[in-house]
């Protein structure tokens, strides 16, 4: 379902944008969303056809379970990127975020709403200070956020001494709001869909149809035309390193509300993941060129790779390996593809 | 007698111990070209930065249209009519032309909203391709078209003609003939003509001399930090410019020659 909608809006996307020069069918073949959508298809129908138990109700209610917590980071990650910038800390955040939210709530006796005002707050400083030591003292964001990182991870592990805890598990109004299930047939979804869906729709909103998404492209393009023209190019960064630090929050206490575990480890890794499902979809990694239909097409990609290569007989220590391998395909063939655009 | 523009009385500006700017004073006139001249490190820069708003000034005053200004940024700068086009810097190249052409000037509904306010994109498009087509490169140019696509010379129509459509008083261009082809050249330099034919003021900084002569009214020259020289096009010549840019007397070395 969620799939179908998306051909209809790659289309539509495609067709109106004006970043884009898209006339006729053959410059839409060259957009990047669309060439790793097409690859999405087939990789959906190679796993299809080499396990039945793929698209089953049960596999497909899975992947949909997953989907939401790396693709909330993602889509923060994408307007980040494409103001140029990037966060190493969304995993370390992820974790941080609701290990602090249980450990108020359990330790200090506060109130679970409460709590998590104080975990967005937390969110909120962790961007903010990330932006604010990107932009006005110019040290780059990849030394600032991976810096961050250890800050953020580490402390995650000293406040729990390296236990996880376990998270909330009375049922109430914030876990239906964050990790609640439905039943649609024999598909079991979690509101986190909704969640996905609904700030997709926004970020799709900010980055292709509002001012704000014209600011953001040009300053990754060329940060100094755009402040030439009088965009306030570093409160825009700011603003997105504070969005994308309180996305991974959020992400976060989804998924502890949904295994009902808060773990200092949980979301090892996700930076790079996350920066790979954007960059899969089409995002360029030096800024400027960013889709979000791409961003969502790559968040289901990585997914379908991951639970694909299992069920087929892959084995688990190998996987990564193939990860790796169909990642930097895409990858190499968006290049191809960019340099055959340029030379026409 | 033509109307004041721009008057900046004794502008000064120093980056730590270095004194970039050191007194500057010149006046622009409506419908007037002037050419700011000098050698590297001379202070042309930092003149023109202090003008659009990059940084602000230590000491001096800037008037426009004889109304005393204070300038604080570059958004400032444009709302008192002044447009600066830097060398290479003033578009995105990952914009359409019609999304560079309202880069920062957005046309949107819902103004309300701010900046999550929705672009106008049909009002963009249109105004895009009127602008276009009345600079006269609407034949060429697509204002859907990505501005990585363009050449070095469309590069500098869209930004000269982005300046013009905001009816700014005064356009300042930064070295806008660098990198270009010949052909490409001779169309900014008649974009500045038509500028000045349709009453703009524009300050122009450049390296090349001919182009000075071919399009300037008046010259100005900088020498470390100051206005040393000003003559007006009709009664100079080349060499007189090029010895007080370089601060030497090269009619003498020609005359011992």
Redesign the interface.
């Known amino acids: 379902m969620v799939q179908q909608v998306m051909v209809q809006q790659v289309g539509a996307v495609i067709s109106?944008d004006?970043?884009?020069?898209?006339?006729g069918r053959s410059s839409l073949m060259r957009s990047p969303q669309f060439s790793s959508f097409v690859i999405l298809i087939v990789l959906l129908v190679v796993f299809a056809v080499a396990d039945g138990n793929f698209l089953s109700p049960l596999n497909i209610s899975n992947m949909m379970a997953f989907l939401p917590e790396l693709g909330i980071i993602a889509l923060g990650m994408t307007l980040l990127l494409t103001a140029g910038e990037f966060d190493l800390s969304v995993g370390a955040v992820f974790a941080l975020a609701p290990v602090v939210v249980m450990l108020l709530v359990q330790n200090a006796g506060i109130d679970i709403g409460v709590a998590l005002f104080a975990g967005l707050l937390l969110c909120i400083a962790i961007g903010a200070i990330n932006g604010v030591i990107v932009t006005k003292i110019g040290i780059s964001s990849f030394l600032v956020t991976l810096s961050m990182l250890l800050i953020v991870r580490g402390a995650a592990l000293y406040i729990t001494q390296g236990f996880p805890l376990k998270s909330w598990d009375q049922p109430g109004f914030f876990v239906t709001l964050l990790a609640g299930s439905f039943n649609i047939g024999a598909f079991r979804f979690y509101t986190s869909l909704w969640w996905f869906i609904g700030l997709s729709l926004l970020a799709v909103?900010?980055l292709h149809?509002?001012?704000?998404g014209?600011?953001i492209?040009?300053i990754?393009?060329?940060r100094?035309?755009?402040?030439?023209?009088?965009?306030p190019a570093d409160a825009v960064k700011i603003w997105l390193f504070v969005l994308t630090s309180v996305l991974a929050g959020l992400a976060g206490m989804i998924s502890a509300f949904r295994i009902s575990a808060a773990s200092p480890v949980a979301g090892t890794g996700y930076e790079l993941e996350v920066i790979a499902m954007v960059v899969v979809g089409g995002t360029?990694l030096t800024g400027?060129?960013g889709t979000i239909l791409g961003t969502i097409v790559g968040a289901l990609m990585l997914r379908a790779i991951r639970n694909g290569i299992v069920l087929v007989g892959v084995p688990g220590l190998a996987y990564n390996i193939f990860v790796g391998v169909i990642i930097l395909a895409m990858l190499i063939l968006h290049a191809l593809l960019q340099k055959n655009a340029a030379r026409s | 007698m033509m109307q004041e523009v721009l008057r900046l009385e004794n502008l000064q500006k120093s980056f730590g111990s270095v004194r970039a700017l050191k007194n500057a004073s010149l006046t622009l006139k409506e419908g007037e070209v002037v050419a700011l001249l000098g050698d590297n490190g001379a202070g042309k820069s930092t003149l023109i930065k202090a003008i659009s708003g990059v940084f602000p000034i230590d000491r001096g005053d800037i008037y426009v249209r004889g109304k005393k200004v204070s300038i604080r940024s570059t958004r400032e700068a444009m709302d008192l009519g002044i447009e600066t086009i830097h060398q290479d810097t003033s578009l995105a190249p990952d914009l359409s032309i019609a999304r560079n052409l309202f880069l920062g000037r957005e046309p949107v509904n819902l103004k309300w909203l701010g900046v999550f306010a929705p672009l106008d994109l049909a009002k963009l498009r249109d105004a895009a391709s009127a602008l276009l087509k009345r600079v006269g490169i609407s034949k060429k140019l697509d204002a859907n078209a990505l501005v990585s696509t363009l050449s070095g010379g469309e590069r500098q129509s869209i930004a000269i003609s982005r300046a013009m459509q905001f009816a700014a008083k005064v356009i300042i261009l930064d070295e806008p003939t660098n990198n270009l082809g010949v052909e490409e050249t001779h169309g900014v330099l008649r974009f500045v003509k038509e500028m000045r034919a349709a009453g703009h003021s524009v300050l122009l900084i450049t390296h090349n001399i001919h182009h000075v002569f071919e399009v300037a009214d008046r010259i100005i020259i900088m020498r470390r930090g100051e206005i040393v020289a000003e003559q007006t096009v009709a009664d100079t010549d080349l060499l007189t410019v090029e010895s007080l840019i370089t601060g030497a007397d090269l009619s003498a070395l020609m005359k011992r020659a």
């Open positions: 109106e004006g970043a884009g020069r898209a006339k909103y900010v149809y509002a001012k704000l014209n600011w492209s040009a990754g393009s060329n100094n035309a755009a402040v030439a023209r009088g965009v360029a400027g060129r």
